[in-house]
């Protein structure tokens, strides 16, 4: 979500009342919820006429919203049993409704990752990669990082080669995490895992990190490893975005956010993004990376981090294509 989306939803939920507001969050993910929350405390001094605005923008958008989807899971599952039989439609189902009941794990997203890091630290490192590829790629990343580095190996190792969840693993899962994930009798292996689970996590991690891991499962597996490096996007890899989607990226991403991120880029990056920008809005850039001084390394790579997210939503929306490294492209 976009600076001014979530402005506008911090207007709308504070108008609404507390009940109103409590209702809308009870359908947002952990992450929403903090950012939502985090600006609705920063919201001052809102005058009527913004409320106005956002409050008609809310009811032209809402009125072109339609029922279709609503509880599409269901619907699927009723209309494929009718036409194709139970045995053949729950086969098709659990490859169309990925992942099967995760409710235990839905209650680790709203933990901080040393929490889940200390929760699960000590059961099998099978375990824990099957935990870790159902949480959102940079919480994982932190949670890994707090395992001592034979462990973290380990489990990345095991996230890179995992094709899926089996029924047994999925049990093992439920008991550690408490009993509260169900593994039903008809489940079948839901694809997660691989190479690029494993590259998606290691974005997220620092370069010492990352290059450690590498090393780790090149001793193991030196194709594997290739295919890990392959399929890794960083920072510089924006220099292979066409214009078009550098300029959607852009546009969701703040000033300062972008001052801090190119102080570790480089200068072909840098004039890249000059480029698909205004010249009054590339010349205040440039003015800002030169005024700016000496900045942390671990604020930059945060900074890139935090683009590198939304890239790989606009990515996942179908938005843009990314440029991998080489001439292929993925998404």
């Known amino acids: 979500m976009s600076d001014k989306g979530l402005d506008d939803s911090a207007i709308l939920l504070l108008s609404l009342g507390e009940e109103a507001a409590a209702e809308v969050f009870k359908h947002l993910a952990p992450k929403e919820v903090q950012k939502l929350g985090s600006r609705m405390a920063k919201v001052h001094n809102v005058t009527r006429d913004q409320v106005d605005a956002v409050l008609e923008r809310f009811e032209a958008e809402a009125s072109e919203q339609t029922s279709l989807g609503g509880d599409s899971d269901a619907y699927i599952k009723?209309?494929?049993?009718?036409?194709?039989?139970?045995?053949?439609?729950?086969?098709?189902?659990?490859?169309?409704?990925?992942?099967?009941?995760?409710s235990g794990i839905e209650g680790l997203k709203w933990m901080d990752a040393g929490t889940v890091a200390e929760l699960i630290k000590n059961?099998?490192?099978?375990?824990?990669?099957?935990?870790?590829?159902?949480?959102?790629?940079?919480?994982?990343?932190?949670?890994?990082?707090?395992?001592?580095?034979r462990l973290r190996h380990d489990v990345l190792l095991r996230i890179a080669t995992l094709d899926g969840i089996q029924p047994a693993a999925l049990k093992e899962l439920n008991e550690a995490l408490s009993k509260v994930l169900s593994a039903g009798d008809k489940l079948k292996k839901a694809p997660l895992g691989g190479a690029r689970t494993a590259a998606e996590i290691l974005n997220f991690a620092g370069a010492t990190s990352e290059a450690s891991a590498i090393e780790a499962v090149k001793e193991y597996d030196e194709k594997l490893a290739q295919e890990i490096q392959d399929e890794m996007f960083v920072f510089d890899n924006l220099n292979g975005l066409d214009d078009k989607s550098m300029q959607m990226v852009l546009r969701e991403v703040s000033?300062?956010?972008?001052?801090?991120?190119?102080?570790?880029?480089?200068?072909?990056?840098?004039?890249k993004i000059f480029k698909n920008m205004s010249q009054r809005a590339s010349e205040q850039l440039r003015d800002d990376l030169e005024s700016k001084g000496p900045v942390r390394l671990s604020?930059?790579?945060?900074?890139?981090?935090?683009?590198?997210?939304?890239?790989?939503?606009?990515?996942?929306e179908g938005q843009i294509a990314l440029g991998a490294k080489g001439d292929d492209a993925y998404v």
């Open 78 to 102: 009723s209309v494929l049993t009718k036409a194709l039989g139970e045995d053949k439609a729950n086969f098709i189902i659990d490859r169309i409704i990925a992942g099967g009941d995760t």
């Open 123 to 149: 059961e099998h490192p099978q375990i824990i990669a099957s935990i870790l590829v159902h949480l959102e790629r940079d919480h994982a990343s932190e949670i890994l990082l707090r395992f001592v580095d």
């Open 255 to 271: 000033g300062e956010s972008l001052v801090i991120a190119l102080k570790g880029a480089s200068e072909e990056l840098r004039e």
């Open 299 to 316: 604020e930059v790579e945060g900074q890139q981090k935090e683009i590198l997210k939304i890239v790989r939503r606009l990515s996942d």
